[in-house]
Each structure stands twice: as C-alpha cells, then as structure tokens.
C-alpha cells in the first residue's frame, strides 16, 4: 500500500501550488470537518491534493528515467534512483531466528529533492566498503517501505543491485531544494535547516585517532582506540549550537572541519585561546563569529536518549546563504 505522511502530502502540494503551510492546513481541517469523521486527516490531505490537481501517487514504469528521492513512497516496487552519498553506516552481522548467519548496512542518498536511507542485505552489504561520501551512486529495482521510525527507506533485495559511480551522471545537490522547517522535521531524517543561530556553546576539543578519526578513550596505559589500540591521539573540535527558523529551534552539533568553520577558529587557535584567556573569552570569540547570523545547515537528526529531546548532527553548512533566495522562500511560506 503506498503511504505518504501529511507532512510530506504539504510540501508536494506547496511546490505545485505555491499555497503556504497554513493554507493548506486550513483547507485539510476544512475538508475533515466536511467529510464528518468519513476519512483520516491523511485522507482529507490526500483528497485537498487531488482537488488542487496535485497527483500524489505516480508509480515508476519499467524503462522510465530514476526516480527523484522525493517522490519516493513506502510500498513503491521497482525503484531506480541516483543520487550522491551522504552518509555510510557500516554493515553488521546478526544471527536470524532460524539460526541462519546474515548482515545488514546502509547508506543514505541525495538528490536535489531530498534524501533517503538505503539498506542492503547479506552479500549486498559489501558494497559499502567500496563507498565513498559524494560518490554518486544508482539503485536499481529496489523497493520502499516504512522503517520502525515510520520513515521510507530504500531496500536492495534479491532483485535489486548497485551501480557505482555510473558513467555519463552527475549530481548538483543545492540545500535550498529540501530545506525544510525545523517543526515538520523528524528523528533519523536527513533534511536541511535554514535560521538564525541563538545560542552559542563554548568550542571544545576531544582526543581521536590519527589513523580513524575516532574518539579514543584516554587510559593509564595510553589513549586507546578500539580499531587501532594505543595511538599517539590528535585533537578535534566540537561545536554545539541551537537554531532558530520562526517554526521552532532545534540544538545542532557540528565535529571537526564543520565545527572549525562555524566558529571561526582553527583548533590552533582554540588551544591558543584556552591557554592564554580561558573558555568565557573563547566563547565570546565564537558569538562575534556566529551569534545572531542566518545559516543553512545540512545533516541529520537523531534522538538525544540523555536530553531526551531530538538534536541535529551537522555535516555541512552555509554560512552566507543567497539572501534573494531566503526572501523568496519567506514569501513563498507566507
């Protein structure tokens, strides 16, 4: 059964109509009321979409060019996507119900439209050690489900396969195409963010490998890598902020390069800062750079279990964003 969640059933109908947010929310609660309890809220969106000319559900022929990411629809078959990687998540072996020996990895895909989680199985799983981020790469007869998040993820299954780095395809992916409200966002999803930054957190600096990146744990016998074991350890930086877009605000975490770049500072010169005047003035460094500026950040989200509350791990970001473009999308929205 195909399913589109409302939210997106909304942004379908804003890039076809040019109706803000609250427009069609309006025209949804209308038809609810009208329809007296007959159909979901779902199913009023999808009736609004349908009165308004705006075909949600449009299944891909054999033959046909790739699917964009954001069409994409739980219970589609079939699907032939492109896109540039984004983020890998190694594969990892578990053993079945029935004992059989099987392993599982993912990857998540971009385009111009969006971006989605793509998941491999057993053999297929291999692939993801050949992957590089910003490697284009097509998907072939995969298939679309909800996954325990109620999000639509890719499948590659018996049926499906690869295709890296296709020849004769490139990708262009622009934030501004899937940027998205900080309200309407859910956890483990990979959106981009526009708004103003309003609180600032003091830079710091953690222990990682040399030869990984990542974080050692620092013991009597040295720091301790759990891939490379005792490793003579480097320093990167860390950088937590909170964004604000009108709709809500949203705490974002950037690490290394992304985290020196949002705060103006180089881990020189937040070593050098730390030693000569203490945190309160490296703060401070950090707020005449970034406070109160409007940035596009681009990444994913991801449940904060300690916070209990949902923050944002940032992996790329635009610190001067086309200020004719956010005026178009204010006016848009409004």
């Not at 059933?9 to 109706?19: D, N, P």
């Not at 298939?143 to 999000?151: E, S, T």
């Not at 620092?218 to 009108?246: F, R, T, Y």
């Not at 005047?277 to 994913?300: N, T």
Request: glycine share 6%; aromatic share 4%.
């Amino acid at each position: 059964m195909l399913h589109l969640p409302i939210p997106n059933v909304i942004e379908r109908i804003q890039s076809e109509t040019g109706l803000s947010n609250d427009e069609i929310r309006a025209k949804i609660k209308k038809k609810l009321a009208e329809m007296d309890g007959l159909v979901s809220e779902e199913g009023a969106a999808y009736i609004v979409a349908s009165e308004l000319g705006v075909h949600l559900f449009k299944e891909q022929s054999s033959g046909s060019e790739p699917a964009k990411i954001g069409t994409i629809l739980s219970g589609m078959m079939s699907v032939d996507v492109v896109g540039k990687v984004q983020r890998i998540f190694a594969a990892k072996s578990f053993t079945t119900k029935d004992g059989r020996k099987s392993k599982v990895g993912s990857f998540i895909l971009a385009d111009d439209t969006g971006s989605i989680r793509v998941v491999l199985w057993d053999r297929k799983a291999d692939v993801l050690e050949k992957m590089k981020s910003d490697m284009i790469v097509k998907v072939k007869e995969s298939y679309a489900k909800l996954n325990n998040l109620n999000k639509t993820e890719l499948n590659v299954g018996n049926k499906g396969s690869l295709i890296l780095e296709p020849k004769g395809i490139s990708i262009e992916i622009s934030n501004k195409a899937y940027i998205k409200k900080i309200s309407d966002v859910a956890v483990d999803e990979s959106v981009a963010l526009r708004g103003a930054v309003v609180q600032i957190f003091a830079p710091k600096l953690y222990p990682v490998c040399p030869k990984c990146g990542k974080k050692v744990v620092v013991a009597p016998e040295g720091a301790v890598c759990s891939e490379h074991k005792i490793v003579s350890p480097q320093q990167a930086m860390l950088l937590s902020m909170v964004l604000d877009d009108n709709s809500d605000t949203i705490r974002a975490v950037a690490f290394r390069d992304t985290a020196e770049k949002l705060a103006g500072l180089s881990i020189r010169d937040v070593q050098e800062i730390l030693a000569k005047d203490g945190p309160v003035i490296l703060q401070e460094r950090a707020e005449d750079f970034l406070l109160g500026r409007v940035i596009e950040i681009s990444g994913r989200t991801k449940q904060n279990l300690a916070r209990e509350q949902m923050e944002f791990m940032i992996s790329d970001v635009n610190l001067n964003p086309d200020p004719i473009q956010i005026a178009k999308d204010m006016l848009k929205g409004s």
